[in-house]
């Protein structure tokens, strides 16, 4: 069975304002499946994201989906970035900016 990934709908997070702040740890104002989330960023850049529940870590997998092309006549398709934790039946996930 393939591993479904459920992305919650709605504008992506501005994750590059938090890289804009300079180096530290900031919690996300959203949550995933009861996870807090934090990125990490060191010289200006998002190196990291961790998650905690309950005070116990939780992995966060940051991903990228690229389209594989164009049809004719189409607008081009954008990448999207999400970060995601693990569930039950595969991973929730949150678009944030590329």
Known sequence: MPIQYRVDEG?????????????GRYQLERELDGVQIHAVVR??????FEGTRDGAAV???????????NTHGMLPARSRCCICVPTDYGY??????C
Do not use: N
């Open 11 to 23: 504008d992506p997070y501005p994750t590059g304002e938090l890289a804009r702040k300079g180096d």
């Open 43 to 48: 010289g200006g850049e998002i190196a990291a």
């Open 59 to 69: 992995p966060v997998t940051a991903i990228q989906i690229h389209p594989s092309g």
């Open 92 to 97: 929730i996930c949150y678009e944030t900016d």
